[in-house]
């Protein structure tokens, strides 16, 4: 049984540069999330997905960000021109869209912009 | 709007003693769910139990127990005879029901937990 994937695990990155991430969740799950978590704090939601169709976009989301899970399988998480800010380690989550059913998160992927 | 509060930053016990980590959450809805997830020092979330609002039992699952009580808006997590193992950082979460599916999870800040040997 494959549990939720993420690559890469880490990234190191100039100000400024563009980074993307991968996230596979559990093959039968419908439902993808994307959260950021910072040093101390816990997860904090950023957008999620049913299938392809992305449902919900936090606050956290600047323009600068951008998600994607086009054939309602894989997602990616871009950040363009990163800032030091974006430091964090991203989350992704899958589940299935019934109600009550819990999200398995993946091992996340620690981004350090320098 | 949705909230939720661990009040416990960061909690220190002997192996062996038994721990009870608190939360407690703030919503409007009348139908949600509770989680709680451990973050070993891997740091990669496992979840552990999630939990109705319209199921007020107390859970127990081998050292781990959960009580939950509407009337205070608390679901505390109880580790008894705690292990070495059982270090890591422990969050708290809600989700409100919606036609549509849950609303993503909104977490506590956490609470570290050492346990040494």
């Known amino acids: 049984d494959t549990g939720v994937s993420q690559n890469p695990r880490h990234k190191i990155t100039k100000r400024g540069q563009n980074v993307t991430f991968r996230c596979d969740p559990i093959?039968?799950?419908?439902?993808l999330y994307w959260y950021r978590q910072t040093l101390g704090q816990g997860p904090e939601f950023l957008t999620y997905?049913?299938?392809?169709?992305?449902?919900?976009k936090s606050r956290l989301l600047s323009d600068r960000f951008s998600a994607e899970r086009p054939k309602g399988s894989f997602s990616t998480l871009e950040i363009q021109r990163t800032e030091q800010g974006d430091s964090a380690m991203y989350l992704c989550?899958?589940?299935?869209?019934?109600?009550?059913?819990?999200?398995?998160f993946g091992p996340g992927t620690r981004l350090t912009v320098t | 709007a949705q909230k939720v509060t661990q009040a416990q930053t960061e909690i220190s016990v002997v192996e062996k003693e038994d721990v009870t980590l608190d939360c407690v959450y703030e919503?409007?809805?009348?139908?949600?769910?509770l989680f709680w997830y451990k973050q070993p020092p891997s740091g990669e979330l496992v979840f552990l139990i999630r939990?109705?609002?319209?199921?007020?039992q107390n859970e127990i699952s081998g050292r781990y127990s959960w009580n939950f009580q509407k009337s205070t808006s608390s679901f505390n997590f109880t580790i008894t005879a705690s292990q070495v193992v059982d270090s890591a950082v422990y969050f708290c979460?809600?989700?409100?029901?919606?036609?549509?599916?849950?609303?993503?999870?909104?977490f506590g800040k956490g609470t570290r937990l050492s346990v040494i040997a």
């Open positions: 989550a899958s589940s299935l869209s019934v109600e009550s059913y819990e999200q398995y």
């Open positions: 093959s039968e799950h419908n439902r």
């Open positions: 997905f049913q299938n392809e169709a992305q449902l919900e």
């Open positions: 919503t409007r809805d009348t139908t949600y769910y």
């Open positions: 939990r109705n609002s319209f199921d007020e």
């Open positions: 979460a809600l989700s409100e029901a919606r036609n549509s599916g849950n609303t993503p999870l909104v």
